[in-house]
């Protein structure tokens, strides 16, 4: 079973704006990680917050997380043509060693 | 430092065949995973093993799915008899600890039953 839902399901935008995925998940939490995945590089780890974080930089990927609404988000900023690709958040349910992955978003950057 | 290897990397076979697929982690890691991911879908967790332990597998179809993980280090995962619907991206990844944190994946195996 998907412990997440990514919303949306597709987003398209153009070079320089920025994105916004949401993912909300069923169940308390030990860590949420979100993953891109292309045709090129398969599933590749973006970012890790703790469950008693609330918010997490690295680069241009901004993640929050709230864990009394169970959602996490993702903006990238200023995206760019080569962040065209899925993105899944992956979460690890508390007293677990399990990472169950969402939906996804499928997102495109035309240039 | 390699990643996860994972072959083949495409195939083919008619359904009621037998297929396996073979995955070597990253060297030492403890962690390994199976995952099936069916296109426009996320990756659905079949196995997870802790060493060469089976942490999780309450999502593996047992009558027809088999893994293990010898020595606690390369694992296979075996179909027998496939289905239709077991078309899928098969992926497996691995993580250091005993704790989840960053998973590596491999390019995965993308098998097609006709």
Known sequence: ?111 | EAGVAQSPRYKIIEKRQSVAFWCNPISGHATLYWYQQILGQGPKLLIQFQNNGVVDDSQLPKDRFSAERLKGVDSTLKIQPAKLEDSAVYLCASSLGQRVTEAFFGQGTRLTVV
Request: glycine residues 6%; charged residues 20%; positive net charge.
């Open chain 1, 1 to 111: 079973s998907q412990q997440g839902e990514e919303d949306p399901q597709a987003l398209s935008i153009q070079e320089g704006e920025n994105a916004t995925m949401n993912c909300s998940y069923k169940t308390s939490i030990n860590n949420l990680q979100w993953y891109r995945q292309n045709s090129g590089r398969g599933l590749v780890h973006l970012i890790l917050i703790r469950s008693n974080e609330r918010e997490k930089h690295s680069g241009r990927l901004r993640v929050t997380l709230d864990t009394s609404k169970k959602s996490s988000s993702l903006l990238i900023t200023a995206s760019r043509a080569a962040d065209t690709a899925s993105y899944f958040c992956a979460t690890v349910p508390y007293n677990t060693d399990k990472l169950i992955f969402g939906t996804g978003t499928r997102l495109q950057v035309f240039p």
